[in-house]
């Protein structure tokens, strides 16, 4: 899982811990504020203005990701302030989407044991959520193209049933990762790129874990050829080895705050973190010179495929999916209806715990199990992995035929 999807580089990487090292020797804090800034986050600023799509070309630092989705949430409320709009503050997001964990990430987020933990409140007032294309679980009768072109289709219903004049922007993950690795239908996302046009609302891609080659470009967003207004990220920007997320404001965007809006009081007496700062540089800079991004793409990626696809053929497997170095299969009782295990999430745990048993680290959500290796993985280690994964899901039916689960 690449510790928690962030690892990218792998664990070891010299270069890092010496760029961090040098940087706390030379000076380990500075702030942000009172436009002050420091040569890494200068840096940093530069590489991710060449290495994010062309409409990027200014970013805000912050600690981890729910921050840069909650920075958002007040840039895009701004943006539209500033443009005299200030009653078009509604966010469009999806159910089982994963933002983050502050009361914004959260709110933006579609978990609903999450909303409920809010307390009598709620979500944020102003964010609303849709159905995920999660056709596996609740395409029912569709096909995955027609299911991928209904689920975004909510969006526009959604935004005629708020009023279009009241919807301020719509925030999607490429790949829902935490959610269960849900890989949308091809329909999908070009259909949502029409809507958000039709209506000039904001686009965001949170690439917090599809960012920096997971899916063998560098953003999501170029996998799936939309063209988002802001971008957010965090995790494998500093390959996890010391905590920093950003958000990648667009030109439209920019312009509008910078010409109208003089200044923006926010920012976090983290942002931007010379150590943290001095990381990604490195990380980053590690990335091109292996061409970490176009290996996935060109190498490791069709590699994992072709071996992950094979699992659709093992019995307690309903469907085996995957796009770049992202990779899930679903455990069923019966392999010819896209029925699920009743309850939920029991056999998906013991084959979890089964894989740990077997040197296999594997996320499970309910009796979805996935995987988000290093992208520096080798075919060995791909071949390793594919094998402790049939071993696991072969000891795990045991199990189930024993336990009456099938
Ligand atoms: N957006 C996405 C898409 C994420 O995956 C965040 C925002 C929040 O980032 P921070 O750095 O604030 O955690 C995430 C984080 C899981 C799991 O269960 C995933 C995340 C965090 C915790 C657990 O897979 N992703």
């Not at 709009?85 to 933006?108: C, D, F, K």
């Not at 000039?200 to 063209?227: A, P």
């Not at 494998?236 to 958000?247: F, H, K, M």
Request: glycine content about 10%.
């Amino acid at each position: 899982m690449s510790g928690l999807w962030c690892v990218a580089l792998g664990y070891g990487r010299k270069e890092l811990i010496d760029a961090a090292h040098r940087q706390m020797t030379e000076l380990p804090y500075y702030n942000s504020f009172f436009q002050s800034s420091t040569p890494p986050a200068i840096e940093l600023a530069r590489i991710l203005a060449e290495v994010t799509p062309p409409q990027f070309n200014q970013v805000f630092y912050t600690g981890s990701g729910s921050e840069a989705n909650d920075t958002m949430l007040r840039l895009v409320r701004r943006y539209w302030q500033l443009l005299e709009q200030p009653h078009r503050n509604v966010i469009v997001s999806r159910w089982n989407g994963y933002h983050g964990s502050t009361v914004a990430g959260a709110s933006l987020g579609g978990m609903k044991p999450m909303h409920e933990q809010l307390g009598p409140d709620g979500v944020l007032p102003g964010i609303v959520h849709i159905n995920q294309p999660y056709w596996f679980g609740e395409g029912g009768d569709m096909t995955p193209a027609e299911f991928g072109l209904a689920r975004a289709r909510e969006l526009e219903q959604k935004i005629e049933e708020i009023g279009p004049e009241r919807v301020a922007a719509f925030i999607g993950e490429p790949v829902q990762g935490a959610g269960g690795l849900v890989i949308p239908p091809d329909t999908y996302w070009p259909e949502i790129q029409r809507i958000v046009d039709k209506y000039g609302i904001l686009f965001v891609s949170d690439e917090v874990i599809c960012g920096f080659g997971r899916t063998g470009q560098w953003f999501g967003c170029e996998h799936y050829g939309t063209r988002p207004d802001f971008l957010t990220m965090a995790k494998a920007l500093s390959s996890g080895y010391l905590p920093i997320g950003g958000l990648m404001v667009s030109d439209r965007v920019s312009r509008v705050l910078v010409e109208k809006g003089g200044e923006f009081f926010h920012g976090f007496t983290y942002s931007g973190h010379p150590a943290a700062c001095a990381v990604a540089v490195a990380n980053l800079e590690i990335f091109r010179r292996e061409h970490i991004v176009e290996r996935v793409r060109t190498d490791l990626a069709p590699y994992l495929a072709t071996r992950w696809r094979d699992l659709a053929a093992h019995p307690l497997v309903g469907e085996a999916r995957c796009v770049g170095l992202l990779a899930a299969i679903e455990l069923v009782p019966d392999k010819s209806s896209r029925r699920f295990f009743e309850p939920r999430g029991e056999v998906g745990m013991k084959m979890r715990e089964t894989c740990t048993r077997n040197g296999l680290v594997m996320r499970a959500t309910r009796d979805t199990l996935f995987i988000a290796p290093p992208l520096v993985i080798s075919h060995a280690e791909i071949d390793e992995l594919l094998s402790k994964v049939v071993r696991s899901l072969d000891e795990t039916t045991v199990w189930a035929r024993a336990e009456g689960w099938l």
